[in-house]
């Protein structure tokens, strides 16, 4: 077992990052405060973890509360339903939440406990490896909007996040893949050696080599909490992370939610935000060229969906949370390794990008 | 005007009280951050003060949301109707919201500028005595829940407060009667000089002479403020501001939302936390006595509904926030002015207490 620390002062927490974790109640007692504990995961991950994560708090006698799978449910009515099943149990604010399972039930647990009478303590076990090396850790919590992906949320920090690497043997390929579109996103930023690393170890990781992933998730983890220190609340260097989110938010709401996993949108919007950044001159084609290879090596999607104009595309994007006074902001790439954010980019170049990166018809 | 501080460091506002003060833009102003501007009212008010702070606000073409006046609104569903209007208008995180209007509104208006893209700034503009002096200041924000009040919610300060007290002339005598309740309440818990104050002038309060509100406002925010300064997230003091809370959330949730005021209903429940102190022989027969003959003065019940059986208010007070580890704490008087929370007097001396402080059926 590896453990990361997050540094924020009184709101520091530990990351616990290695195989069986979930079975060694010693790492889960001390991040439980209160005298209650309320598990939320959902049907998918329920039947392959809970009993688990129960027997691992047993003292506790949990309350369970299992959601839908998929994004399409992360919304307001679903977040309801957690706070029926508390007040139902008459969970009070001692009640310390466990979020068990992906980015979605992480996001929705933890807005749940941001907001659960004001705030209750929670812990994240992410069981995905998208939510293990990105949504779990950070404090980003929140639900979507028909209008738009996360629009209503708030930072609030968990107690801390244990993952648990056997998880990884149940997930589907797809899933896979979708958790490394997130980890090639933190080389593309802040981490050329990393993302030469992934270069060179793509087979093994697809390969579910219990120590290539180990090492892929706690480098990952280590930049994301590096950045989340820096800045927490997205004033400034935060936002870099969003690296293809923007683009890939706009094809989540365009498609539907739930019909393109979100890793899969980012990994078709990390190549557009490369292309754009090739047009403007920062990105030579053999880089471009490199970041696409990576991205299909990883069985992702490298152009945006053929369903979606590049009009309704500027349209979806519009809305993003990054868009100040009215000018969309994109995190673009100067190089394999550094990232920019910066809504200073000819709008022509943007529609050739959209125009370009897209499935053929 | 005055003007009072609450101080939070980073997070620190200026409350300001006077006649007048809707109308004044440089007032206003500084309190706004970012390029936008919503402001948040209910039908009822919105046609009484909104072209005022909208001429306030000129330069920045507010957008406007009105949504229908009661405590039975103050749902998650009327919460979400804020984020449509705020997403079909396409806000961005530098919109500032206005919540203008009574308690009701500035809890909804406040909650949403604490989740809305993960929060953006507000001012509060309370036009309710009760606003004016308790819930606009202190940065509590949030909505009902069919099984209880107030179960979801964030501690989020306003960027100012500006509490005009000319729009107490268009208020109903309810109205100002419920906001004499939470008046009272200070005196009760931490201002015996204030009580007696109360005591010598409730009538010219009842009559709305100008200069005696804007004392009794002024005094009870100060008391508000200096009581949040101390203890922001309510880990101790700030419980006590909950003075007759417990019970009347239970007579609110037990009427059904709308039927009694909140400050009617925490009128009742001043005097049951009396009675309830005076069975353990904290306060006399003369100091109940007292405090049931202000609030009666006030106009306000001093007696729960009939409708409500002992055992039903039982069931209802135990999904108290203030609940833990199952305990029902609740604030009780040592005497006029100085209140205790405490969750050690014996169950039948609480039983005994809803049995009598009740409306003859």
Redesign the interface.
Known sequence: MKTLRLDLGERSYPIHIGAGLLGRPELIAPLIE??RVAIVSNETVAPLYLDRVKAGVGGFRPLTVVLPDGEQYKT?EVL?RI??AL??A?C???TTLIALGGGVVGDMAG?AA??????VPFIQMPTTLLAQVDSAVGG?T?VN?P??K??????YQPRGVIADTDTLNTLPDRELSAGLAEVIKYGLIRDAEFFGWLEANMDQLLARDPEVLAFAIERSCRNKAEVVVADE?ESGVRALLNLGHTFGHAIEAGMGYGAWLHGEAIAAGAVMAAELSRRLGWLGDAEVQRIERLIRRARLPARAPAALSPARFLELM??D?K????RLRLVLLRRIGEAVITDDYPRAALEATLQSVREAV
């Open positions: 209160g005298t307001l309801n706070f029926d007040l139902a008459r009070d604010r001692r807005f941001a907001v659960y009478m004001r705030g980003k929140g909007h209008l738009g996360n629009m209503i949320g708030a930072f609340r519009s809305v949370k868009v100040l006074a009215g």
